[in-house]
């Protein structure tokens, strides 16, 4: 139905940066909410960033002001630029979109591990 190819992790050592990107298709052309979340070990998944069809933006309380989401004028690809790197933010990134039906697709994980 809907393919999510994520890239951009890695290593990075603490106030470093980061760039991910997730490019959708398949079944639809386009997503009225895209995002990111993350999940460490041991810890729940949780929402990092999400931005909306008329451009409104949410993000966690421990990554404003450091991360910036963004996406491409199809939206169908979504960015999540992450700055000022530390390590607590060592986890596994998963990009997630929305269709108008609000079904919710999920990429595969990418990891990012910030070093200290």
């Known amino acids: 139905q809907v393919q999510l190819v994520e890239s951009g992790g890695g290593l990075v050592q603490a106030g470093g940066s980061l760039r991910l990107s997730c490019v959708a298709s398949?079944?639809?052309?386009?997503?009225?909410?895209m995002g990111w979340y993350r999940q460490a070990p041991g810890k729940e998944r949780e929402l990092v960033a999400i931005?909306?069809?008329?451009?409104?933006?949410n993000y966690s309380d421990s990554v404003k002001g450091r991360f910036n989401i963004s996406r491409n004028k199809n939206f169908n690809t979504v960015f999540l630029q992450m700055d000022s790197l530390k390590p607590e933010d060592t986890a596994v990134y998963y990009c997630?979109?929305?269709?108008?039906?609000?079904?919710?697709?999920w990429g595969q994980g990418i990891q990012v591990t910030v070093s200290s």
């Open positions: 997630n979109v929305r269709p108008a039906s609000g079904v919710h697709f």
């Open positions: 931005i909306y069809g008329g451009g409104d933006t």
């Open positions: 398949g079944r639809f052309r386009s997503f009225n909410v």
